[in-house]
Each structure stands twice: as structure tokens, then as C-alpha cells.
């Protein structure tokens, strides 16, 4: 199928008006040096126990693995800052900002899937497939060949227009489109701050972090009992994931109230009493965060998490 003229301006409306902050189009290809560093990432045992990771890196850097008639690649970004603050209470553990709502993968797959629905009810014959980070696609680096921003030193997406609180989703479609050149040039500069601020210095150099050494892996990702010394020492009150890096960029300066009433904080909580996750048993578990991301870590490890924390 050929270039569909003038589409492009008509999904970036469209994904406006589903809710998405930022739009980008490109072709569909190789992701060729990008497939490289994660290549090396994996090489060095930087992720961790993530082995999942491990397993066909090659299909996560070309969408034509996983959606074979591939063409084009919708990039989209959707804020989910909320103005509130964490208590900080050494009674009650902290929680990362993008779990205070409702699962993220819900909220954007549910828009991508009305998006991509849109554009097969508009181009007969148009197929494509919708993607959140549950999908093998290297979802950074795409939103940085879209033009959505960059990658800053910790890792993290950052966009001049709202900061890195940004959730990422793709739609690979089966159509040629008009497609977006213009690249944001990498903003960081000399700026250190996500280096400096981390406490156990998992940002081993800038733009590579060692998830082993990671807050938010070691509480959301690692099963069994323990956590690693460097990590449980320097906790900093983090019951589920963390946001040190990120709240302490300047780039966040430009944070705006997110329009998506989903990821306003569950039950106004921001953070979680420690005694009532000891507490808990698997029926509360379940209940309490069906539709949470915060299951991510399943309740064994809340409690592991919750324990550490006490001592």
C-alpha cells in the first residue's frame, strides 16, 4: 500500500484526542546501533535476573519480528504526573509515581487499541498491531527516532515539554505514512544531578544503569527473601520502585498536571502503611491491587520489601 497522504496529520489529532500528550511517525526498520548497546548491556549481566530480557534480543530491534508486514511505527507518549507527595512517615513506605494509578498497560493499551481502530475504520486494509512495554519493542529508542525527546543519563525518556513522566506505547502498522525528521537533540549537557542523586550509584556511568544495583529492580523485579546489601542500606524509605533520578532532573521543571483522572493516586495513596502490609493476607492482596501495576511484585515481595524497611 502506498504513502497515505495527509493521514499522519490526522492520527497525531486523533491521538490527541484519545488522550496521548505526543505523536511521532517513522518507517519501520532495524534498529541497528540501538540493538548493539542493549547487546552489551545484556553481555555484562546488567539486567539482573531479568531473564526474560535474554531471549531474543535481535526480535526487540526490528518490528518486522514481531509484526511481519511492518511499515510504519506510531510512537506515542502519554503524561502521568499528579501533583501530590509522598508521607514520609517512618511508619510507611514510599511508592514510584507511576504505579499510584491504575496499571498504566490498561490505560494506554485500551487507547492504543481505540487509536489503531480508528485508522482501520479510515484506511481499508490498514492492519497494525498496538504495543506497551509488555511487547518486545525497544519503546526508548523509537520514541527518540520519533522526535517525542530524548534519552537522558538515567536512562529514562525525557521530553521538553512535560520531563521523563511519560508513559511510552507503539502502534506498527502495515501502511506508509508521512513521516516525521526532525530528532531532538540530547538536552542533558553537562548536568550529573541523576548520577549524583542516586544512593546506591546504580547509574554506573551516564545513560547505563546496573539494575542490579537499582532501587526500583531490587524491590519491583527481584524475587526471593533478600535484597542485596547496597541496596537495602540505602533504601531511603522506597517501599515499591523509586524516583530519586527523576526528581531530581531539572528537565522535570516543565511537569504539568496529567489530564488522565486513571492515574490519580488508588485510595489517595502515595505511600503505604508498613504494619498493614504485614499484615496482609493473599485475599486483601488481590483485591487491593487488581488493576495495579503495583502487582508487579506480588506480595511476597511487598512484604519482603516492608520488612527491610522496619529494621
Known amino acids: 500500500m502506498g504513502i497515505v497522504e495527509g493521514l499522519s496529520y490526522r492520527i497525531k489529532n486523533k491521538a490527541a484526542e484519545l488522550g496521548f500528550d505526543k505523536c511521532g511517525i517513522v518507517p519501520a526498520g532495524r534498529l541497528t546501533p540501538e540493538a548493539g548497546r542493549l547487546r552489551q548491556w545484556l553481555e555484562g549481566g546488567l539486567h539482573g535476573e531479568m531473564k526474560w530480557m535474554e531471549r531474543e534480543p535481535d526480535k526487540r530491534a ?44 490498561d490505560v494506554l493499551r485500551g487507547r492504543l487499541q481505540d487509536l489503531l481502530a480508528w485508522m482501520q475504520a479510515e484506511i481499508p486494509g490498514a492492519e497494525g498491531k498496538a504495543c506497551v512495554d509488555t511487547a518486545p519493542v525497544m519503546e526508548k529508542p523509537w520514541a527518540v527516532r520519533a522526535g517525542l525527546g530524548w534519552i537522558g543519563k538515567h536512562s529514562n525518556l525525557i521530553t521538553k515539554e512535560l520531563g521523563s513522566w511519560v508513559f511510552l506505547g507503539e502502534i506498527i502498522l502495515n501502511i506508509e505514512l508521512d513521516y516525521d525528521r526532525e530528532v531532538v537533540e540530547d538536552h542533558c549537557g553537562t548536568c550529573t544531578a541523576c548520577l549524583d542523586a542516586c544512593p546506591t550509584q546504580a547509574i554506573v ?26 541496596v537495602s542500606e540505602h533504601l531511603n524509605g522506597w517501599l515499591y520502585g523509586c524516583d530519586i533520578c527523576q526528581d531530581v532532573c531539572p528537565w522535570n521543571r516543565f511537569e504539568r498536571p496529567t489530564n488522565e483522572p486513571r492515574f490519580e493516586p488508588r485510595h ?8 498493614g502490609i504485614d499484615r496482609m493476607e493473599h485475599e486483601e492482596y488481590a483485591e487491593r491491587f487488581r488493576g495495579s501495576a503495583m502487582k508487579r511484585t506480588k506480595l511476597a515481595g511487598l512484604k519482603r520489601n516492608a520488612r527491610y524497611l522496619e529494621q
Open 62 to 105: 526490528d518490528p518486522a519480528e514481531i509484526f511481519p508486514a511492518a511499515r510504519s511505527m506510531v510512537v506515542l507518549a502519554m503524561n502521568y504526573f499528579t501533583p501530590h507527595e509522598h508521607c514520609d512517615g517512618t511508619d510507611t513506605g514510599k511508592v514510584s509515581r507511576y504505579a499510584w494509578g491504575d496499571d498504566y498497560h
Open 205 to 230: 556511568e551516564p545513560y547505563v544503569v546496573d539494575s542490579r544495583k537499582c532501587i526500583s529492580y531490587a524491590t519491583i523485579e527481584l524475587r526471593g527473601e533478600t535484597l542485596p546489601t547496597e
Open 268 to 275: 489517595g495513596e502515595t505511600s503505604l502503611l508498613l504494619a
